[in-house]
């Protein structure tokens, strides 16, 4: 767009040379703005913090959704194709059900086979700030997605699949897209690819945008201003802000330009230099093979799963709301065995925050590898003598030491029930002092968030945590 | 590995909490030896630039190369295997050169189908760096590739396939290597994942590594070291630098760090943004194909062509050494019809300097959208009323525009005489107060190296395009 160049066209009394102009690279009214909407946590523009559970409540009653599991031969328009046996809407759109399979030199499993999302459309996950009595405020939606515990929870302004915005599907147009794809495209705070859930998705990304506007934002009952420290009082409560707005506001630039982020316990050519090297010293072969005969699972008439009970299953749902504005539908979702726990740890060097890096494997991710939490499994799928690493220092961390915690839901409209614990846990000097395994390394919280914004490195999972992580920072 | 952090383990009189210290992010120590490197260009430590001609011709008697070119009936080991039609080693090694399918809403051509090149294992390309008499040197290797037109170039200090360096081949070890992946690795200065030719590589990526040593390093007849200054000498020259070192040598470090690098004409976030949107905004659907029956594309008895006689032909060779130590061997290499002609427009906006970026799709791409020259095309593939944007501003240009001009080859491990013409040329101001077209954008150099810092964004030609401009800047 001509909107990305500072460059104008030549007016008849412009000299040509003089019309490009440079400017700072960097927006230092983006980081004050920041810095004073975070210190807002009571009271926004439009709603106190504590009247917000009350709107989230109002907004529930208001639409009465319904979600309740069905046969797969309930699905409407959706079947699995002959003979791969992948699961796909008969328009060809939304997205399909197929198998993966993974050959790989590294670690325990040398080959496996699962089923996996393919979607392989971008999507915008979009906020809108605005500022609002002299305070940057956020424009949060009350959304509700069938495989959200309690369904309903805060989201970005915008969500949508291409399909969604272009009018592909015919469906309603998505309310505020304009602000990011279209003409009125304001000034971006942040615009990056970012990958998803690697275990169930394939090769899936993300457009996370946070986009500024000052122009008069129509109001729409489902959505709600909300100020950056409101959001971060929101991020303490299980369940409530949604995974797309957690992945979009780790995007956020840095609230920590203070002199000790010059100073880190490894230096940034070291950090890049260690991701690359788990990224090129394996080889993996990966590819999407059909969802029949995957082998160790099998499918019944409620549900693709594995014969050991263990890692999820596939199932599927029907959607119906009370209110007029949103329709029925019926769709597959995948549905993981127990809870999952997902934590740093957490350690300041020299006064330096840092966190406990894991370079992992997913076999979904774009790149393969991207830097995840220190711990990121659900305990249930492991015996007691396979346990992950760091997984019992998280979990036998005394309660002085959790500087974090709260149970928050994977991407609701393709995962059922797919929550976990969110932790921050302090690491203390015995466990600090010793080199980590060569898959570990500690990485200061700025350079988390230096590659958390060129985007495809810092898997969702630790994205999250990024957020929640800045939520209890100290004021800078 | 545990070099990649800067614990230590605690000894019998630290205590733990004093172990692990924090550093500075950068490292100003390389960016200083780098800056003296730059002004040494007449004489290093081994040769005098005036020499180095002597030294290379001297190393071409020592070996004695042919290459000629064969039938595919006489490559030996390699087969089109049935029912693919997939041009394959017997080992599974190496490479295969199979099809590609793209499908695409973007651009004139909604699909179309070639042959490719197929090498998941990523490589690594790393040059070793040593300061000797207070200067830094690059150990340059005099490397002969079979496409190469004149054979012998200059090259990485090691430029290895997983499978070289880890003797499945079980050819000779490959020298130096231990500086870059094994136990004698020095300090990284760099070390990042870079894309290589998407219209002829299948999302093919090395890496991209600068090691600094303080050993001493076993002297080779084959093998140079040369100052930076002394690099940038030679880059000024046809076919004398081959293209893994021109990658490299684009991943150093900014010798930029002067104040102007703060302001250019488009912010930081928006020139991601732009890239984001051109990675978003359109469908693609790329898979791998059998090679035979490519619609439009024919096998001869010597070569896979296309019926019009457009884009490039898949060939085969046999290459022998009349030195011992170099073996003989067959194998497929892509022609190219034509030179080529890849080049930025430049301009300096407010005295810093800028480069005129095109977000160019190529189907082999990682990512398939990066960051690539203003121009980047084979004039002979195209009829008069459907020239590339801006390619005749560029040919047109007079001389006193062009601030850079040598004919380079590309990877002359599999590519024949893919050769083009290297540009760099003014903008006059007319043309730089355009607003560009969407897909063109002005970047800082500044911006440029750091998004070819990142890795994965900048493509090959614009990195040899960034290492000549380099070679060529004002002294800092």
Redesign the interface.
């Given at each position: 767009?001509?909107s990305?160049?500072?460059?104008?066209?030549?007016g008849p009394t412009d000299p040509?040379?003089t019309?490009?102009?440079?400017?700072?690279?960097?927006?230092r009214r983006a980081t004050e703005l920041l810095a004073r909407s975070v210190q807002v946590t009571d009271r926004g523009a439009q709603l106190a913090t504590a009247e917000f559970a009350d709107w989230l409540a109002e907004r529930r009653r208001e639409h009465d959704f319904g979600v309740r599991r069905i046969d797969f031969a309930d699905l409407k328009g959706w079947n699995f194709l002959r003979p791969t046996g992948n699961l796909t809407h008969q328009s060809g759109r939304f997205f399909t059900v197929e198998g993966l399979r993974v050959r790989t030199s590294a670690g325990f499993f040398p080959e496996w086979r699962q089923p996996i999302i393919r979607q392989?459309?971008?999507g915008?996950l979009g906020i809108l700030v605005k500022e609002i009595d002299g305070v940057l405020h956020f424009l949060m939606q009350a959304k509700m997605e069938p495989g959200n515990p309690n369904l309903l929870q805060l989201s970005p302004t915008v969500q949508a699949t291409?399909s969604n915005y272009t009018g592909v599907h015919r469906g309603a147009p998505v309310r505020y897209v304009e602000y990011f794809a279209g003409s009125r495209r304001g000034r971006?705070?942040?615009?990056?690819?970012q990958s998803e859930h690697g275990s169930w998705f394939y090769r899936k990304h993300n457009?996370n945008?946070i986009v500024e506007t000052s122009d008069d934002v129509p109001p729409h009952p489902d959505f709600c201003w909300l100020t950056l420290g409101q959001l971060h009082e929101l991020l303490s409560r299980d369940n409530t802000v949604n995974m797309d707005s957690r992945t979009v506001l780790s995007c956020l630039?840095s609230l920590m330009e203070q002199p000790d982020s010059?100073?880190?316990?490894?230096?940034?050519?070291?950090?890049?230099?260690?991701l690359?090297?788990h990224?090129?010293t394996h080889?993996w072969?990966i590819e999407t093979v059909p969802l029949a005969g995957l082998p160790g699972w099998h499918r019944t008439e409620r549900e693709i799963t594995r014969e050991d009970g263990r890692f999820f299953d596939v199932v599927a749902v029907a959607v119906e709301a009370g209110s007029r504005e949103v329709p029925s539908w019926t769709q597959p979702l995948i549905e993981p065995h127990g809870e999952g726990v997902t934590a740093f740890l957490v350690h300041e060097?020299?006064g330096?925050p840092h966190v406990l890096v894991h370079a992992r494997m997913e076999g979904g991710l774009?790149?393969v590898v991207e830097m995840a939490p220190t711990v990121q499994c659900v305990p249930a799928n492991y015996s007691e003598d396979k346990r992950p690493r760091y997984m019992d220092e998280v979990l036998a961390a005394p309660p002085a030491r959790v500087r974090y915690s709260a149970v928050h839901a994977e991407e609701g409209g393709r995962f059922r029930n797919a929550v976990s614990r969110y932790l921050l846990v302090e690491a203390d000097?015995?466990l600090?002092?010793?080199?980590?395994p060569?898959e570990y390394?500690?990485l200061?919280v700025?350079?988390l968030e230096r590659l958390t914004?060129?985007?495809?490195s810092v898997n969702v999972q630790a994205r999250t945590l990024l957020a929640c992580l800045r939520s209890v920072a100290r004021p800078v």
């Open positions: 767009m001509d990305t160049v500072r460059n104008r066209a030549p040509p040379q019309v490009a102009r440079t400017g700072p690279r960097w927006d392989p459309e971008v915008i291409r971006v705070l942040a615009d990056v690819l457009r945008m630039p010059r100073l880190a316990l490894t230096p940034d050519a070291e950090v890049l230099s260690w690359t090297e990224r090129s080889d072969t060097f020299d330096v774009p790149l000097d015995t600090a002092a010793e080199p980590p060569p390394a500690w200061s700025r350079q914004s060129a985007g495809l």
